[in-house]
């Protein structure tokens, strides 16, 4: 009866459900760019209060709107003038961005709360993998009890799913054993291995593929370019392969066995 309330909301005023969603997903956006400042600090994400990374002055209410707070402020604290990172309106906006993004190709559902939230942690941890090259442990704990929900919400495909879990921890293992940890970081088999469970098998290899394609596209002109190592942090690749195959992963498994297998 509530899916019913909410599709006739959505198809008598489509608009207003988008606006609404942006500005709800960046205002979770904002909480994003606490996890991604202090997590990799040790900092507490609840405890603290919001204040200025610089001067540590505590931030009011009217400095914490999302995006509009930066752009009042000219990106620069109110107190000790230092600059305010662009990350934090970029991030509350690309979660907005996400969120219309997954209501769009999925509609009003459950899986869609569970897309949003599975989009909104794999921004965390491409941003804390590209910035420090390492992924939190709970960002990887949270997508696995995605998993577990999602698994239970479309139970008729829970062996691709536990298969997902089960071989992508097992193909991660199997390299950083073989390679004594020097080609993947634990971090990595804990977040294929988790993403497996919520994403399933099939979708699992997809998103390996693009992110191995990207990933090397992109490093390779970062090398020629701007002449970095050849370590490269893999999560933001890994997390942009999973939201594309959460999103069409179907139809590109479709159209690959119609137009090139066959």
């Known amino acids: 009866m509530v899916k019913e309330a ?14 609404f969603t942006f500005l709800f997903g960046i205002c979770v956006g904002s909480f994003l760019n606490v996890c991604i400042f202090r997590m990799p600090e040790g900092e507490s994400i609840v405890v603290v209060p919001s204040h200025c990374m610089t001067c540590g002055k505590k931030l009011h209410w009217y400095e914490l709107i999302p ?4 752009l009042a402020l000219r ?3 109110h107190g000790c003038k230092s600059k305010i990172s662009p990350q934090y309106p970029a991030i509350e906006a690309a979660n907005g961005v996400l969120w ?12 869609t709360l569970l897309t949003m939230a599975f989009f909104s942690v794999l921004l965390v941890i491409a ?9 939190e442990t709970s960002t990887c704990v949270f997508i696995f009890i995605l998993g577990i929900l999602r698994t239970i919400l479309m139970r008729s495909q829970w062996l691709d799913r536990v298969l997902g879990f089960v071989v992508m921890a097992v193909i991660f293992f199997s390299i950083i054993f073989i390679s004594n940890g020097r080609a993947m970081g634990g971090g990595d088999f804990k977040l294929v291995a988790a993403c497996g469970l919520y994403i399933g098998l099939k979708f699992s290899l997809l998103s390996l593929v693009i992110a191995c ?5 992109i490093h390779i002109l970062l090398m020629i370019i701007k002449k970095v190592g050849h370590e490269l942090a893999f999560a933001p690749y ?15 498994i479709k159209w690959y066995l119609e137009k090139i297998w066959f």
């Open 6 to 19: 909410l599709n006739l909301i959505f198809e008598s005023s489509p608009a207003a459900v988008y606006i």
């Open 67 to 70: 995006l509009f707070s930066w």
């Open 75 to 77: 990106g620069k604290c």
């Open 100 to 111: 219309v993004i997954a209501l769009f190709f999925k509609g009003i559902h459950l899986e």
């Open 127 to 135: 941003v804390i993998d590209a910035r420090t090259k390492e992924i």
């Open 213 to 217: 394609v990207v990933g090397s596209v």
């Open 238 to 252: 890994l997390a942009a392969g999973y939201a594309v195959s959460a999103l069409f992963g179907d139809i590109i």
